[in-house]
């Protein structure tokens, strides 16, 4: 061969060499560089799947090569699969109650007023407030309106309370799940608000550490005796060393106070009648050191056991004027018992044994 026809074999040599060379960039430059349009280009999440396949469309025409010596649809073909965008997600409904607090008189909005829900049910007296679901919350709206979301469905019972007012409730409210129950309207009564003290009888020295409860409260046609006892739910007020005490938000009508003290005999204030709006000042509640009451529990002339227990009862006006729970204490060895603190008066006294019951007096 002669020099001259061995430089051209070399020249197309290299000419194949770098078009074999630019094909290649060409092809890893498509399969690392997204067009404009495409999902990973715009940096939204794409699934790629690499596949034999013939040459993409921008590739040269079907049947041309895509470089000297390398043949048709001999390229490698990425396909990207990008997930469908502006679909709608449906989200979970909202289950809620919504609705308005008003004065019951005027029909004008409560502003700030608090609402707690509790889960309805019957039981076997009836209607019966069960646990609590809706934790207390205080609500501020000019307009009175509230709207409360994520309420558990069923039958709820909601108490509501303002300031200056009687607490208010709605009883077996149904709730359906994913629905908001609009307009529930609750109205509240305006309340009486009481300021007094309790005083020692005889001094008027104040008594720090009283207890005093609303004993009877309401009309003549809606009135509610509470009696002072561990049954009762009203929430006892305690004086401080000023004797002095507040309700606020008392049913209207007709109201009596009592108050309590281990070192007193119990004691009621005069009754009160007020209306809603009113506000009572300067009622005394004044407390003695009582009378005492003593004697021997015996049966058939012997001691009745020391576990044994005494309880004396008021009778007659006595248990009108104070409904309060008995009074109870134990005995000695001689079924000898005392009872201090008690307000004068008739009272039954009763001696209880272990399954048996003795009448003493």
Sequence with gaps: MSRSS??????????????????????????????????????????????EAPAEPDTPAAGAPLAPGIPAGGGVRREIEAPVLGADIPASARTGIAGVVREAESGAPIRRFSVEGRRAGKGRMGLERGDVVLPARTLDAADGSFEILDVPPGSLYLEFEAEGFVPGEIESLEVAEGNVLRGVEVRLRLGVTVRGSVVERGTSNPVEGASVQIVEEGGPTSRTIRMLSSLSEQVPVTTGSDGRFQFVGRVPGTLRLGATHPSFAHALAD????????????????????????????????????????????VGDLHERIPFEP???????????KVERLTPGRYSVLASVPRRLVSCT
């Design 6 to 51: 061995l430089a051209r074999v070399v020249a197309g040599s290299l000419l194949l060499a770098a078009a074999i060379g630019g094909a290649l960039l060409l092809g890893n430059k498509r399969a690392r560089t997204p067009s404009t349009g495409s999902p990973a280009a715009r940096g939204e999440p794409s699934r790629v799947k690499s596949e």
């Design 271 to 314: 009754p009160i009648e007020a209306k809603g709006g009113d506000v009572v000042e300067g009622v005394v509640i004044p407390l003695s050191r009582g009378g005492a009451l003593d004697g021997h529990a015996i049966r058939e002339g012997s001691p009745l056991p020391p576990t044994a227990t005494v309880l004396v009862l008021p």
């Design 327 to 337: 009074r109870a204490v134990g005995i000695d060895e001689t079924g000898y018992f």
